[in-house]
């Protein structure tokens, strides 16, 4: 049986979903979900990018049994520094990358294709000089020229790479088509049988699985993919897709992979809570209703015998009903044992004090469910890492009068109050925000790019979970917030969201 290699790149190509800014905790505990997950490389992030990824690449690489991988340009600086990022790593990759296409070269790079191929040279030789794995991409290779292709995949093996990576950048490829690439490579590069050949779609007309599987049945080894799919633009191939593909075809065509596939609804959420982007209902594998039958007809074929409709069976992808529900008289323990099923180790992260939070809306509400305590978690997390918490908040709101808001926050030891009018009780509350937080973020504007509110669960008693979009500059960040009362739950979304502009501008010494 064939085995293909699932190199996860939620950390990396993930991270880039407009709105995505994943700080090093969390980066270590998807990659400790991954692993669970069975992928066999874990690309961590770009380090010569930011002090972040750096940090990320080198925690993940000091306890990773996996293949720990991270992103570098064709070049002797951004190589060197991911080889310091990697140095802890038991088993280090380098990639190094190079855009391939007359019009990345030209437009974007400024360079020649021979300078291209020098620049590939010596990055590729010096990341093998460091005694790592070393992975070639053709950055845009679907809209490069094929013989140069040739010409460059070729000096990437002889330097050293021994994975080279094809990608479809900007989601361009048909299936047909890629498959005949990979064939063509495979038989006109020198050394073609000594490497492991990988493929990395993006999704940009919605054939990013289509075209990862068409290249494996063309002879790929490798696939590169996100968990839900996430990834810059329309996004990356979904793992969980292509995994049960090959789980449920691969047979077939002798094909097998790592993936333990019952992971994969935990593996989906965990993303998701941390990420804050849910999948699309409709989605494949993960999405709410992927195993959801509506209609009379279906129902009664299920109930007659399930295969009548469904292809897989839930259970296979993790997707077990939860009996238990929490609520106000479970313990410590307990709180404990089912965030630990929903992927949350509370001890290893430090997160004992969500009990109490959970405590709070326990009193609230009769019963939780898994959602709940999985939005308690993650808003919780969310919470630990900014600079400003909610102290405390007045609104003055009604039909005839302005709203208005007065806002505390605190941040470590200090406090700050500002009040603010509005156009409506959530407007002024986000307006004594922007207040507060404007030294903090070099005085730029704030836009407002979306707001929303749906309950986690049904009921009256419902968790209120709101999620805003904020932009300042080019840069775009997502918040969330949950709560009982759902003024309290939009402040919260606002604030996290702002508290992730403050540590950008941080990071970057003043305006991101
Ligand atoms: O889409 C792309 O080409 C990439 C490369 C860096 C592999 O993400
Ligand atoms: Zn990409």
């Known amino acids: 049986m064939r085995k293909i290699s699932f190199f996860d790149t939620t950390l990396r190509d993930g991270e880039q979903t407009p709105g995505v800014h994943l700080s090093v905790e969390r980066k270590v505990d998807i990659a400790r979900r991954l692993e669970k997950l069975g992928v066999d490389v874990i690309e961590t992030g770009f380090p ?74 010596s990055s590729v030789s010096l990341a093998a000089s460091f005694g790592a794995e070393v992975q ?27 994975v080279v990576n094809v990608p479809d950048t900007v989601g361009y490829a048909v299936p047909e088509e890629f498959a005949a690439l990979i064939t063509y490579l ?21 054939l990013a699985v289509a075209n990862s599987v068409a290249a494996v049945y063309a002879g790929a080894d490798q696939v590169e993919c996100t968990v839900n799919g996430i990834g810059e633009r329309a996004g990356n191939a979904a793992l969980e897709e292509i995994a049960m593909i090959l789980t449920m075809r691969g047979k077939e065509a002798d094909i097998g992979h790592g993936i333990v596939t019952r992971e994969i ?18 989605k494949a594998v993960v999405g709410v209703n992927a195993f959801n039958h509506a209609s009379g007809i279906h129902q009664h074929g299920i109930i007659n015998d399930r295969h009548t409709y469904e292809i897989m069976d839930p259970r296979d992808v993790g997707l077990d009903e939860s009996t238990i529900t929490l609520g106000k008289l479970s313990g410590r323990h307990a709180f404990a044992e089912r965030a630990k099923a929903l992927g949350y180790d509370l001890a290893k992260n430090g997160i004992n004090a969500a009990f109490s939070r ?54 470590g030891d200090e406090e700050y109050t500002e009040a603010a009018p509005g156009d409506g009780p959530v407007d002024a509350s986000f307006n004594a925000v922007n207040k507060i937080a404007a030294p903090f973020i070099g005085g730029g504007d704030v836009d407002l790019l979306s707001y929303g509110i749906t309950a986690v669960t ?50 970057k010494g003043g305006n991101p």
Request: proline share 2%; aromatic share 6%; glycine share 6%.
């Open 186 to 206: 495979k038989e006109n590069v020198p050394g073609a049988d000594s490497v492991r050949w990988s493929v990395h779609c993006h999704d940009d007309l919605g």
């Open 458 to 507: 049904e009921g009256a008693d419902a968790l209120g979970e709101a999620k805003v979009r904020i932009r300042s500059g080019e840069a775009v960040f997502t918040g969330r917030g949950v709560s009982t009362d759902i003024i309290k739950a939009s402040i919260k979304a606002y604030l996290n969201a702002m508290n992730k502009l403050i540590a950008a501008a941080e990071e």
């Open 358 to 411: 959970f405590k709070e809306i326990a009193e609230k509400k009769d019963a939780l469910t898994d959602e709940d305590v999985r939005a308690i978690i993650s808003e919780y997390l969310d919470g630990l890492e900014g600079k400003f918490r909610i102290s405390s908040f007045q609104i003055q709101s009604g039909n005839k009068i302005k709203s208005m808001a007065l806002i505390t926050l605190s941040a």
């Open 136 to 162: 070639f991409s053709a950055e845009d290779a679907t809209r490069s020229d094929r013989e140069f292709l040739v010409k460059i995949f070729t000096e990437a093996i002889r330097a050293g790479a021994s």
């Open 48 to 121: 010569a990018s930011s002090k972040s990824d750096f940090e990320a690449t080198a925690r993940i690489a000091g306890e990773s049994g996996a293949v720990v991988c991270a992103l570098a340009r064709a070049n002797d600086s951004d190589v060197k520094i991911a080889a310091d990022a990697l140095s802890g790593a038991k088993k280090p990759r380098i990639h190094v990358f190079i855009a391939t296409s007359d019009i990345h070269l030209e437009k974007k790079l400024g360079i020649t294709r021979e300078e291209a191929i020098g620049a590939v040279k």
């Open 265 to 282: 609804t935990s593996a989906s959420r965990f993303v998701a809570d941390v990420t804050g982007i849910r999948p699309a209902p409709n």
